[in-house]
């Protein structure tokens, strides 16, 4: 755990717990109007309802040990996006390559003077680009937020 969490790009706040689980709680934070460049700017838009919401509500891992939280206790809470540039890659590389794999691979099957076969093999090595792009979205921790509830050291 680094010492200063505003060092590793986090950003700190202090936030209501609103659900407890047994492995984690949900931390609602209250959204500031001049901290809301809206949701095309932010990296955390599937957390929150969009501007009109007026609060993020994060997942947020419990420790193993500590105290457990309970519904309506104040928390502080560290959190930063997911890796932007990493989600782009991720998104349209296999996308990408999977429909030029597929479109040579359509091409060789089609004796190059089949057109319906190239394009076929397009479609479905986009759709297996795609898949794997949504397979690793899925997995990667680089492309979901961090969040970690923080000691209050005020």
Do not use: Q, W
């Amino acid at each position: 755990m680094p010492d200063s969490y505003e060092d590793e790009g986090y950003t700190i706040e202090t936030g209501a717990v609103i659900a407890v689980a047994p492995d984690h709680v949900v931390v609602r934070l209250e959204k500031r109007e001049e901290d809301c460049g809206g949701c095309r700017s932010c990296a955390m838009k599937n957390l929150c309802g969009g501007r009109d919401a007026g609060h993020i509500d994060l997942r947020t891992p419990l420790a193993a040990e500590g105290d457990r939280p309970e519904t309506g206790d104040a928390v502080r809470v560290a959190y930063r996006p997911a890796n932007a540039a990493l989600a782009a890659v991720v998104m349209f590389l296999p996308a990408l390559a999977g429909l030029l794999l597929g479109g040579l691979a359509g091409y060789r099957l089609g004796g190059g003077d089949d057109d319906a076969v190239f394009v076929l093999g397009c479609l479905i090595g986009l759709a297996a680009g795609v898949g794997t792009s949504a397979a690793l979205s899925r997995l990667s921790p680089a492309l979901k937020p961090s969040v970690r509830i923080v000691p209050d050291r005020r």
